[in-house]
């Protein structure tokens, strides 16, 4: 299957590209910049030149593929409602290319925010109150009436030994504040999963595909906060210290609304419909492992 990806360079993106070329696919990646596109000319991948605000491009691209898959999303959080509406306007693009075919187009999304307290499941659709600018699921599933066959892979905090979702970023503040911090007692949970496990799963969503399918790219169901903090307060040799909530927003800024979250999710649904079983690290084992300096 010829296939088109966006952020086919990136964390997830890049492992994926050589999963699937290995199954046998043909990759071409969405490549902003040369060097994006000689490292996927190294990997055995096609590079098409362009960027998640280039609809055109965008449109071309899926338009010469026979499934699409998006990664891609510009991590720039300090404007996140902004960059969320470039996601909205890349996935209309890319789905108003495969309107009225068979073609997948698998569109990327978070477990987080779907019923904070008890575990989020693939059949629970995103909640019309909810805060969170991103609408890349909603995006999606609102194109099949219009003969695009999406579907939504949700992803929880995806990880290896060099990155770990939001997690790199709680990392980043405990070493700036020299204290690893949770909030209260630290029993709210984030879900997890390893790079290699989550690449594996969308090249099975992607061959078994399924029109308004949702999945889960969840290994761990729910890793504690405390669990966590006391990992990179091991790893950054710094204290590990209980916030009280209303001092989350101080501590942690922007990031204070998840770290004070539970959001476990489970992939019961997504293991049963296509046989995954995440065997890698775990986000602890991970984090253990790393190399904070």
Request: charged share 20%; proline share 5%.
């Amino acid at each position: 299957m010829r296939i088109f990806m966006t952020g086919a360079t990136g964390f997830i993106g890049f492992p994926l590209v050589k999963e699937l070329i290995q199954a046998g696919h043909q990759v071409t990646g969405l490549a902003r910049s040369e060097e994006g596109a000689k490292a996927l000319s190294g990997a055995g991948a096609g590079a098409h030149r362009g960027s998640l605000e280039d609809l055109e491009s965008l449109r071309r691209g899926a338009a010469a593929s026979e499934g699409v898959i998006h990664l891609g999303f510009i991590h720039d959080f300090t404007r996140f409602p902004e960059v969320c509406a470039v996601d909205k306007r890349a996935i209309e693009a890319l789905g108003s290319a495969l309107a009225g075919t068979e073609r997948p187009l698998i569109v990327t999304s978070g477990t987080g925010g779907l019923s904070p307290g008890r575990a989020a499941t693939e059949e629970m659709a995103v909640p019309e109150n909810s805060p969170f600018p991103r609408v890349s699921e909603q995006a999606a599933l609102a194109m099949i009436p219009q003969g695009v066959s999406a579907a939504v892979m949700r992803l929880p905090q995806v990880h290896d030994t060099h990155k770990q979702g939001l997690v790199s970023l709680a990392i980043a503040i405990a070493r700036e504040k020299g204290v690893s911090a949770y909030v209260g007692e630290g029993q709210n949970r984030w879900p997890a999963a390893h790079v290699s496990d989550v690449a594996r799963l969308y090249q099975l969503a992607l061959e078994k595909h399924e029109r308004g399918a949702r999945y889960h790219g969840v290994a761990e169901e729910g890793v504690r906060m405390r669990d966590i903090a006391e990992a990179i307060g091991r790893g950054l040799n710094i204290p590990v210290v209980s916030i009280p909530p209303e001092k989350a927003q101080e501590h942690f800024g922007w990031l204070a609304r998840f770290a004070s979250q539970d959001l476990p999710a489970s992939s019961a649904i997504t293991r049963k419909k296509l046989g995954w079983n995440p065997t890698g690290p775990a986000l602890l084992e991970d984090l253990k492992g790393m190399r904070y300096s």
